[in-house]
Nanobody
């Protein structure tokens, strides 16, 4: 079993920045890909980015236009999401996810493990 715990969410003003963290524990040897998703009220869960842990390759949703950056620290079993120039429409519950093999597609159904989520609220 792989356990994921997110942290770093909170309230921020429009234009501000936040850095989210997701730490994995348990059977981390069974995890090769980690990702960030988000879900706003009334909306479908959408993929933000994923990262292939052994080599660090990344994939992003094109709509982010460089505002979000995913990274990892394999020693700490942690992935990060740096969020800059935040907008009110970024308000959502942000989830960390993990996959047993390679990253493949940035879609919810291919991920095996999920964290509890951390709330991000951006106000004007």
């Amino acid at each position: 079993q792989v356990h994921l715990v997110e942290s770093g969410g909170g309230s921020v003003l429009s234009g501000g920045s936040l850095r989210l963290s997701c730490t994995a524990s348990g059977d981390t040897g069974n995890t090769y890909c980690m990702a960030w998703f988000r879900q706003a009220p009334g909306k479908q869960r959408e993929g933000i980015a994923n990262i292939y842990l052994p080599e660090g390759g990344t994939r992003y949703d094109d709509s982010l236009k460089g505002r979000f950056t995913i990274s990892r620290d394999n020693v700490k079993n942690t992935v990060y999401l740096q969020m800059n120039s935040l907008k009110t429409e970024d308000t959502a519950m942000y989830y960390c996810a993990a996959r047993r093999v390679d990253c493949w597609r940035l879609v919810e159904r291919v991920y095996n493990y999920w964290g509890q989520g951390t709330q991000v609220t951006v106000s004007s």
